[in-house]
């Protein structure tokens, strides 16, 4: 009967083996490397044992882990002054049709972002942002008004309706995002 091993220790095995694991990956995280030096290097043709070659090669790969560990928290650390930087920009002040304000970062020393920026460097034609349904009849009329007072010739007047239209049937099959502005 001295040889029957109950269920219990081999649990105790196995926890102990968890146990042993997680203390090696700990050990592994939490110490430094072996510093890799040119005597180290120069002595690989001295090295007498596989187990010799294999520790050497592990050092060399703990080294390369460390090293690549240290660029992506640079590379993090950066991301991260950025989107701070990002966070205290100006923010535009366009209001939608739904009386919401646009909140995209704003052009350097501008009040708006470079969405809602464009109508001003787009020429003389008073049309709104197509946001919404509301939005899209509003341009709609404001070109009617321009060709009724004359402010637009006939040429423009069918290519301004055609860019409204267009962007009312892009709005119509979702291409619109309203994130935008």
């Excluded at 009617?144 to 962007?167: D, E």
């Amino acid at each position: 009967m001295g040889n029957v091993q109950y269920e219990d220790d081999l649990y105790d095995d196995e926890e102990d083996d968890d146990e042993a694991e997680e203390e090696a990956e700990w050990r592994l995280k939490h110490t430094p490397p072996k510093e890799i030096t040119e005597e180290r290097v120069a002595g690989i043709d001295q090295l007498k044992s596989i187990a010799e070659v294999e520790q050497l090669i592990g050092d060399i790969d703990a080294n390369l882990r460390l090293l690549h560990q240290r660029e992506q928290a640079e590379i993090r650390l950066m991301r991260l002054e950025y989107l701070k930087k990002a966070h205290r920009a100006p923010r535009c002040t366009h209001i939608k049709c739904s009386g919401e304000t646009c909140e995209s970062p704003a052009i350097k020393n501008e009040m708006f972002c470079w969405y809602h920026k464009l109508p001003a460097l787009c020429g003389p034609y008073e049309l709104p942002f197509i946001e919404d349904p509301r939005s899209y009849q509003v341009a709609m009329m404001r070109v009617c008004h321009q060709i009724s007072n004359g402010r637009v010739k006939p040429r423009q007047a069918r290519m301004l309706l055609k860019a409204v239209a267009m962007a009312g049937e892009n709005m119509k099959h979702g291409k619109l995002d309203s994130g935008n502005g």
